[in-house]
């Protein structure tokens, strides 16, 4: 057993103290406790909060018990006619029914490949009679096989002619060479369809190199890791890049725009250590866009002249984003409101704050009672009209907004600040938030074509921070700019219901043999309806050809 150190004991004589030294005494000790006790319920806050970041619900939706919504009171729902469920209507939940049909749909687009099984021989003799026996139906019973993939090598071999006459008369001969498809890259076996393959597997299943190139010896082909990174960036900066410019020409034209960051990790950055933090930018057209754009942009650093790179020194219009500083920063820069930059903040990361402190209260705390609570009642509030607004106009739900959230917004910061002086630590914090960004927060109620929320833009970035969890770190800025540029690509094409293997593979085999700069890049991108029926969902094309 570890041994402890003997604690000395302090003695103080209170008899030597007069009265006001006494009280001096006792109230500086109990201030002492307070700060001790506020400082133990913060630390027991922040450990609750890691608890549950660790091992609870994600989800920020929470139903309190007996309470459906803190606007509405139990009075208003009840209805004294309605007669109580028998016990067995409680405890066995409804069976639901099987839509019909469902199972087909499943198949119905798969290739059919039909087996028979018969009867010959003795087996035509019918037991009873001896009779034979005919087919007059079958007992079908379909199941989806896999086939695995495999590798081939296409030979392209261009036949060299010439002339006989010529070398009989003694002209210089002539040498024809049939036309043949260019390669993607020189002296290299990569083909538009292997290299589509490889982006599509890491960049929207999250296979890193080198467990494709383990996977790629097993079916006997012997290509390195290092050899499909090289085709990866130059893939993306000869073929993809020109994609990218063109869509990020368009993203620049329009007025809404999302933006939001994450941390990267790039190994071999010159001047810097391998540790050292780099990000990864999205920038996300608005709700409201037909052509919706979804591009990536990496850079070393979380600046204001990063995203001010992007967007250059002309953009006009609303930013949808977080609070972090860096935007706030730029609209300066750029001029803050019309014709300059406004600045959307998001209301997900304001009720965010709140429903974090809710999961680190302590068990069996009245959850009904707190501020925090009655802060997600005014935000839910919100929330369940722009539901209900979704499908409306941007004119008509600006109209919504106006009429039905407005209201709940002006109660929400009236009511924030009656309750601030009485808040500490993470609930002062929270509530600050939303007081700080009050004018931010009310910008979503301008204009139809903003949005409440950031979801969006969190959302496209998503596959990038569930494929770093499995590739870890960018080798190279290169790899980290290739990276980015094959994300945008991918994300734009699922966005607009293009199936992104087949897109990049088109692009692959077009671009390959063509002069790129001639090409009206608008018949590439993933909305034209220039492009193949392959790159669209077999349902999607057999819907656009009927």
Not at 60 to 79: H, I, M, P, W, Y
Not at 218 to 228: C, D, E, I, K, P
């Amino acid at each position: 057993m570890l041994k402890t150190e003997k604690k000395e004991t302090i003695h103080i004589d209170f008899t030597a103290m007069g009265r006001t030294e006494l009280e001096e005494f006792a109230m500086e000790k109990s201030n002492r406790v307070v700060a001790l006790e506020a400082e133990n319920n913060y630390y027991r806050e922040l450990f609750r909060k890691g608890q549950n970041t660790k091992f609870g619900s994600p989800s920020e939706r929470f139903v309190f018990k007996g309470q459906t919504s803190l606007f509405n009171e139990a009075e208003k729902d009840a209805d004294p006619d309605i007669k109580e469920p028998e016990k067995s209507e409680v405890l066995s939940a409804p069976k639901q029914k099987k839509r019909k049909g469902h199972k087909k749909e499943i198949i119905q687009h798969l290739p059919k490949e039909v087996i028979e099984y018969k009867l010959t021989g003795d087996g035509l003799v019918c037991p009873k009679c001896g009779g034979e026996l005919e087919s007059f139906t079958s007992d079908d019973r379909p199941e989806i096989e896999v086939i695995q993939t495999k590798y081939k090598v296409v030979m392209n071999k261009a036949l060299v002619y010439s002339c006989k006459a010529c070398d009989k008369n003694g002209i210089e001969g002539t040498v024809i060479t049939a036309p043949s498809p260019k390669g993607m890259f020189r002296n290299s076996y990569a083909s538009p369809g292997l290299v589509a393959d490889i982006i599509h597997k890491k960049y929207v299943l999250s296979l890193p190199l080198y467990r494709q190139a383990d996977e790629l010896s097993r079916l006997g082909v012997n290509l390195g890791r290092n050899t499909l990174a090289n085709w990866v960036i130059n893939a993306s900066s000869r073929y993809l890049m020109p994609v990218q410019d063109h869509m990020k020409k368009i993203l620049l034209g329009e007025d809404v725009i999302f933006v939001d960051e994450t941390p990267v990790e790039v190994l071999n950055e010159p001047g810097r250590a391998a540790a050292t933090k780099s990000y990864m930018w999205v920038y996300r057209s608005g709700m409201c866009e037909r052509r919706k754009i979804i591009l990536f942009n990496y850079s070393p650093g979380r600046g204001a002249e990063h995203p001010k790179a992007f967007l250059g020194e002309q953009y006009k219009g609303y930013i949808q984003c977080d609070g972090y500083g860096v935007y706030r920063t730029l609209a300066r820069e750029y001029g803050t409101g019309p014709p300059g930059i406004t600045i959307v903040a998001c209301w997900v990361h304001a009720r965010r704050k709140f429903t974090d402190i809710i999961k680190s209260l302590p068990k069996n705390t009245d959850i009904k009672g707190t501020v925090a609570a009655a802060a997600l009642g005014y935000i839910n509030a919100l929330f369940k009209i722009e539901e209900e607004a979704k499908d409306m106009t941007p004119a008509d739900r600006q109209e919504c907004r106006q009429e039905n959230a407005k209201p709940i917004v002006d109660k929400y910061f009236t009511w924030l600040r009656s309750v601030r002086d009485d808040c500490t630590g993470s609930l002062q914090k929270a509530v600050d938030y939303s007081l700080n960004h009050e004018e931010e927060l009310r910008v979503y109620l301008t204009d139809g074509r903003l949005d409440i929320s950031t979801n969006l833009c969190e959302n496209a970035l998503r596959p990038f921070c569930v494929g770093r969890k499995n590739w870890l770190f960018a080798a190279t800025p290169n790899g980290a700019k290739a990276s980015a540029t094959c994300y945008g690509i991918i994300e734009t094409a699922k966005a607009n219901g293009i199936d992104p293997f087949e897109y990049i593979k088109y692009i692959f085999t077009v671009f390959k043999d063509s002069d790129i700069g001639s090409l009206d890049m608008e018949d590439y991108m993933p909305w034209s309806p220039s492009l193949p029926e392959a790159c669209r969902p077999r349902e999607t094309a057999e819907a656009c050809a009927s």
